[in-house]
């Protein structure tokens, strides 16, 4: 791995490196459509039909024939056609027919004129206006052409791909079984909620953001709870991760001082890199293999564990799960207040990003320290400061990423 001069890994030469290493792991099943939301479609799908599948009308008016509105006189309206009731009679010249929104236009007509821009006496109709022709039609397949790919492998189902896909008429689709990721938290201070604390001891929060997010990607997760930094246990449970799940996710216990410990457990178990990366908060990661899963060590720090989920391993996760992966856009704002910031890595503070009188503005959320887990909890952005900058003044642009869906 590309490590330069400083010793740390940059943000995209780990990232491309594990992408490189990563396939999709999923094998695919056929599932009815409301039971696939949330997952991830294992391969394109192609229309069956045309959207619309007739011409139809796109409002409540009359149905003409430009010929017949030549002579300028009433038309005789010769009957209605409705939604899901097309018009069957007859339809003689002079004459229009009434027709309701989605009801198919009956063949040979020019243009819908819109109710308002008509008066009725009985039968006879005036129009106000001359139409266009094909003013107000929707035409068979003007939205979606028979065989034309509406979805690509990859897409993740939300409620804006069901209404879609049931449009085609699609019954089941073809989605990736969920990844399965395995989860444990390393020290022994950690003890789990709704116990007490001893002098000494902390909550173990990490494993609660860990699992959320897993939620929100879709994956199966298998919650080993917290290991106390015990060999025999750690290996234990590495074993059993490495048997039964995808993936194993650990936070703490890769820093300096403890990556040793772990480092040997694993150098025995699989390959796992132990990196400093230039990104703060998120120093210490690691990432490799275990017989069969793959595993990632995320540092023990609550708000590095959830930036450096994040940033890397939600992209690695995507790629195993099948799935496209794009990161949220990333926006200019200005800085309402000093930032302080040293060069030497990229610095993912957690900020507020408002909309100010001149565009968009950013605010710190307070103390930036990787253990102040409310920074990240008040946040609703990433303010990204590139690697090298130094301290940002009051008034100087910057990179914002606001929270995507993983966050939010
Ligand atoms: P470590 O990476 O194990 O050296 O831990 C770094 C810091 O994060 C220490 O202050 C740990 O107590 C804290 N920490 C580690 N794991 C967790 C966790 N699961 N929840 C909350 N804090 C943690
Ligand atoms: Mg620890």
């Known amino acids: 791995m590309g490590f330069d001069t400083s010793g740390l890994l940059p943000l995209s030469d780990a990232l491309q490196g594990m992408l490189e290493q990563l396939a999709c792991c999923c094998d695919s099943e056929q599932l009815p459509l409301p039971q696939a939301l949330g997952r991830i479609l294992a391969s394109d799908i192609a229309s069956p039909l045309v ?13 003409v024939r430009l010929a017949d509105l030549a002579a300028g006189i009433p038309l005789i309206m010769a009957g209605k056609a409705f939604a899901g009731q097309p018009y069957q009679g007859e339809w003689p010249a002079g004459h229009c027919v ?148 995808d993936v194993l996710i650990t936070t703490g216990g890769v820093s300096v001082g403890e990556a040793d410990f772990t480092k040997q457990l694993l150098d025995e178990l699989g390959e796992i890199g132990f990196w400093k990366l230039a990104i703060k908060p998120g120093k210490p ?51 309402t207040e000093q930032l302080k910031k040293s060069p030497g890595r990229l610095d993912f503070q957690r900020g507020i990003l408002s909309q100010g009188p001149n565009g968009l503005e950013v605010r710190s959320t307070g103390s930036q320290d990787s253990a102040v887990f409310s920074s990240l909890s008040r946040a609703n952005c990433y303010i990204i400061l590139e690697r090298e900058r130094g301290r940002v003044a009051m008034g100087e642009t910057v990179t914002v990423e606001p929270f995507g869906g993983l966050l939010l």
């Not at 708000?303 to 799960?321: C, G, I, N, R």
């Open 51 to 63: 959207v619309p599948p007739f011409d139809n009308s796109a409002m409540d008016g009359y149905a």
């Open 98 to 245: 009434r027709i309701m929104t989605g009801a198919p236009v009956p063949a040979g007509t020019d243009a819908v004129v819109m109710q308002e821009e008509t008066q009725a006496d009985g039968d006879r109709i005036t129009f106000l206006a001359q139409p266009e022709p094909g003013q107000n039609i929707r035409r068979a397949g003007s939205d979606i052409g028979k065989g034309a790919c509406v979805l690509q492998a990859g897409t993740r189902l939300t409620p804006r791909e069901m209404p879609l896909l049931a449009s085609l008429g699609i019954a089941t689709v073809p989605v990736r079984r969920p990844l399965k990721v395995a989860i444990f938290s390393t020290g022994d201070e950690l003890k789990p909620v709704g116990t007490p604390l001893a002098h000494g001891d902390i909550y173990d929060s990490n494993r609660y953001g860990v699992r959320a997010m897993l939620a929100r990607l879709g994956c199966d997760c298998l919650d080993l709870g917290i290991i106390p930094d015990d060999p025999a246990q750690l290996r234990a449970a590495f074993i059993r991760a490495d048997e039964e799940a």
């Open 285 to 335: 990661f690691a990432f490799g293999r275990l017989p069969r899963a793959w595993f990632f060590g995320l540092p023990g720090n609550p708000v590095s564990a959830m930036v450096t989920f994040d940033q890397l391993v939600q992209p690695a996760l995507a790629k195993l799960a099948g799935q496209r992966f794009e990161r949220p856009l990333q926006l200019q704002a200005v800085t």
